[in-house]
Nanobody
Framework: QVPLVESGGGSVQAGGSMRLSCEYN?????IVWFHQAPGKEREVVAG????????NYADSVKGRFTISKDLPKKVVYLQMNSLKPEDTGMYYC????????????????????WGEGTQVTVSS
């Protein structure tokens, strides 16, 4: 069974909005979204704790993106507003973190479970 399944990607014009979903099947403490632009490395976008209200955001998305969770459904959402062409790329959710999340949450090597990703294309 795939541990993480992303959905909700597609195409949108700059300035538009999109909501991504990440369905998970295990009680991980943290669920995090990463973005990989074409030809670039995978970078953290936002993360959320499943046991309290903690959320973290990359500086590039603060004020535009919101991460949230639905615990009974085991889904984490990424609401993306004011989208820019540079937001184009694959979006992955990750879990099974190992380390100190408050200082290392942005490091992709600390996550051992990944979804297959969903493509987001923002046109100018």
């Amino acid at each position: 069974q795939v541990p993480l399944v992303e959905s909700g990607g597609g195409s949108v014009q700059a300035g538009g909005s999109m909501r991504l979903s990440c369905e998970y099947n295990y009680r991980w403490n943290y669920i995090v979204w990463f973005h990989q632009a074409p030809g670039k490395e995978r970078e953290v976008v936002a993360g959320i704790a499943t046991f309290d209200s903690t959320t973290n955001y990359a500086d590039s998305v603060k004020g535009r993106f919101t991460i949230s969770k639905d615990l009974p459904k085991k889904v984490v959402y990424l609401q993306m507003n004011s989208l820019k062409p540079e937001d184009t790329g694959m979006y992955y959710c990750a879990a099974d973190f190992n380390g100190l999340w408050h200082v290392e949450w942005h490091q992709r090597e600390n996550y051992s479970k990944w979804g297959e990703g969903t493509q987001v294309t923002v046109s100018s």
